[in-house]
């Protein structure tokens, strides 16, 4: 809640990744995360997830591979 990832870097999940369980965000923020192979900005599996005025911009994710 009431939180910002910007310009995060990882191989999953440029900003977070979550393998299981619950994940919720609310009034978040997430700008210019990058992720190598899935989740340019949240990856998530077997994951129940809520965003709540959440926004997501310019995220990206290594398509050449």
């Known amino acids: 809640?009431?939180?910002?990832f910007e310009n995060s870097k990882s191989n999953f999940g440029?900003?977070?990744l979550q393998?299981?369980?619950q994940l919720s965000t609310n009034n978040t923020i997430f700008l210019n995360n990058y992720a190598?192979?899935?989740?340019?900005?949240?990856y998530t599996?077997?994951?129940?997830?809520?965003?709540e005025n959440t926004t997501i911009i310019k995220n990206v994710l290594n398509l050449d591979i």
């Open 36 to 42: 190598e192979y899935k989740g340019g900005a949240v």
């Open 19 to 21: 393998l299981g369980g």
């Open 14 to 16: 440029g900003a977070i």
């Open 45 to 51: 599996s077997n994951c129940d997830m809520t965003l």
């Open 1 to 4: 809640t009431d939180s910002k």
